[in-house]
């Protein structure tokens, strides 16, 4: 009697002492980055009838280096630069070609190599930044740079700026410019029929928009509105709309994702969530970027159950 | 301790003694004038799975609950026995989320510690047809819990429920067999739904000390109740809990006052609720 006594106070005592164990979450794992090839050569022109042996190495998908591979090569305008099959290049006559590295399954590389008289000509041009990101609104400023064969740099020569789509990015004789609407686009220096590498632009607008979807897993109801940009201040505002309505929960918090329904590792948390019903603000941290992250998730935090997301268009 | 009682007795005593549920008491038997019955017991759920508004199954963090509760009855006369349920000590415990690959913390983990909703009563025999037994019972739910809990672990639902039931109880003697049914309306505020709860049980006795019950259960909520109700869709005191639950007892008799009861409970036709085999070990005494 004694004994079962015991046995029943131990067990019984075990309840008071259980313990909070550790679940671990499956997390989606990020898109391995394609294969690709990298031309290392740096030279940008070359003499007439002057030779260039191209290098290239392979950035494997599990991200090592490869120099021993052997791609295939073109050129953009044989009559000014020829290529051999092992990458020897020959100055034919001046001017600018694209020479081409290529092989079946990796992302292939280019590089706009010059042809040159002398050494004193114009033989490239450099424009500064070679990427931007800006917004609908804004305005950036471009610099170009003219060098000779020796990487002199040529002053007092007058540029011609070009961009590739004017519908995103206007841009002027002075190099300025303009974010017109959301998308991606190339400015290019010209001057005497010597062109710059490409530069990106990217154009963002202030504002993305979505609406909540349910979590096809399961039961739980979102749906409404959401919009999120930057305020008169240059703070970055999470709005939902007046029509915004979903279960409610235990500790149902808001976040930032890079998946729909899923709480990836890079996500931000904003806070639980203010109502389960209409128009409700929540502050983006300042670190955090207008195109950083492409979904709204609203999640049931303490029981791991995503309830619904939005995809930010 | 060695006992001898006469069968018919013995079994009547056997009904008052096992069949006293807290929770979904299918008793139509009050107990005698005097007469007093207790249980110690532990309630052990730990659950990877929540049945979702839809009724189906989704992954949750794993959740451990662990009630520790005392049952008393005490017959006011033959016909009127009240009766009180105070789970004294409910802990609940709610895992750490970690990254598989990332190792990131995604939630701490929680737990509490606390008294929890109680429940205080009254049957009334209403009626004895020979081996039948009609009883009416009044609950009272008592919000000695904590609703407001950051994480959803409520100890409690912060309203003050009422149950009107009607049991019907049937012992088959000289059959050692009985059975049991119970209809409820479950008066719920505070936003919640109100209740349809009903159980049935049937009880076996092999020997002198052995009694065997298959309980099964559940509760049908009218969903009356305002949506954003605390407790929510995904709470454990969540509004519109909906379940059929069911599951073994077996009680064995030490001597003739204590004894020890264990259960497993299981549930289907579930909405609302965690989704895992419950556990039940207690230590019975009565005079």
């Known amino acids: 009697m004694k004994q079962k006594t015991l046995l029943l106070t131990a067990g019984l005592a075990l309840i008071f002492v259980s313990c909070v164990g550790t679940d671990f979450i499956n997390e989606p794992s990020p898109d391995a980055d394609p294969a690709k090839l990298r031309i290392v050569t740096t030279v940008t022109a070359i003499r007439v009838d002057s030779m260039l042996q191209f290098r290239v ?24 630069v020829g290529i051999t099959p092992g990458g020897l290049a020959t100055g034919l006559q001046s001017g600018q070609a694209w020479v081409h590295a290529y092989l079946p399954g990796y992302t292939g590389d280019s590089l706009l190599l010059g042809v040159v008289e002398n050494e004193t000509v114009l033989a490239s041009i450099m424009i500064s930044p070679q990427s931007a990101v800006i917004r609908t609104g804004d305005s950036l400023q471009f610099n170009a740079t003219a060098f000779d064969l020796s990487g002199n740099v040529i002053d007092s020569v007058q540029f011609n700026w070009s961009g590739s789509n004017g519908m995103i990015v206007s841009i002027d004789s002075s190099g300025l410019a303009f974010g017109k609407s959301g998308g991606m686009a190339e400015i290019v220096a010209a001057a005497q029929g010597v062109f710059s590498l490409p530069a990106q632009i990217e154009v963002r607008d202030s504002v993305r928009t979505g609406s909540f979807e349910s979590n096809p897993a399961n039961r739980y109801a979102v749906s409404g509105s959401v919009q999120l940009g930057y305020d008169q201040n240059g703070d970055l505002l999470l709005k939902f709309g007046s029509d915004f309505k979903t279960d409610n929960g235990p500790g149902v918090y808001i976040y930032l994702t890079t998946a729909p329904h899923s709480l990836t590792p890079d996500h931000i948390e904003l806070g639980p969530i203010l109502s389960v019903n209409g128009a ?3 502050t983006v941290p300042a670190a955090v970027g207008l195109f950083q992250y492409d979904y709204v998730l609203v999640h049931c935090k303490p029981f791991n159950v995503p309830f619904g997301s939005a995809r930010l268009e | 301790m060695q006992f001898n009682p006469d069968k018919k007795k013995f079994f009547v005593i056997i009904v008052l003694f096992f069949l006293l549920n807290a929770q979904l008491s299918a008793v139509g038997w ?18 990877d799975e929540f049945y979702e508004p839809g009724g189906h199954k989704v992954p949750i963090t794993t959740l451990g609950d662990y009630t520790t509760s005392l049952y008393g009855e005490y017959g006011i006369t033959d016909g009127l026995t009240v009766f009180a349920y105070i789970p004294f000590f409910k802990r609940i415990t709610l895992n750490r989320l970690e990254g598989e690959t990332s190792g990131m913390e995604f939630f701490p983990g929680d737990e509490v510690n606390g008294f929890a909703d109680s429940d205080v009563g009254l049957r009334y025999r209403l009626a004895g047809l020979g081996a039948t037994v009609i009883s009416g019972t009044f609950l009272l739910g008592l919000p000695l819990g904590n609703d407001n809990q950051k994480n959803g672990l409520y100890t409690g639902d912060g309203e003050m429920n009422r149950m009107l039931a009607l049991e019907v109880g049937h012992s088959f003697h000289p059959a050692a067999m009985f059975a049991t049914l119970t209809l409820g309306f479950n008066n719920r505020v505070n936003g919640y739904s109100d209740e349809i709860r009903y159980g049935f049980e049937l009880g076996y006795s092999p020997g002198a000390r052995w009694l065997l019950i298959f309980r099964a259960g559940g509760i049908e ?8 109700t605390k407790g929510g869709s995904g709470g454990l005191f969540a509004n519109n809990q909906q379940y059929l639950s069911f599951g073994p007892e077996i009680n064995y008799r030490i001597t003739e006052q204590v004894g020890i009861s264990l259960s497993a409970t299981s549930a289907t036709h579930a909405e609302n609720v965690v989704s895992a085999v419950s556990y039940g070990v207690g230590v019975f005494y009565s005079y």
């Open chain 1, 57 to 80: 190495e392979a950035v494997e998908a599990d991200g090592n280096i490869n120099t021993g591979i052997m791609p295939l090569w073109r050129s953009s305008d044989s009559s000014i």
């Open chain 1, 280 to 282: 409700q603000t929540y």
């Open chain 2, 30 to 47: 009050p107990q005698k004038k005097g007469r007093a019955w207790f249980k110690l017991s532990t309630q052990i759920t730990v659950a």
């Open chain 2, 221 to 228: 909520p009218l969903r009356n109740g305002v949506d954003e």
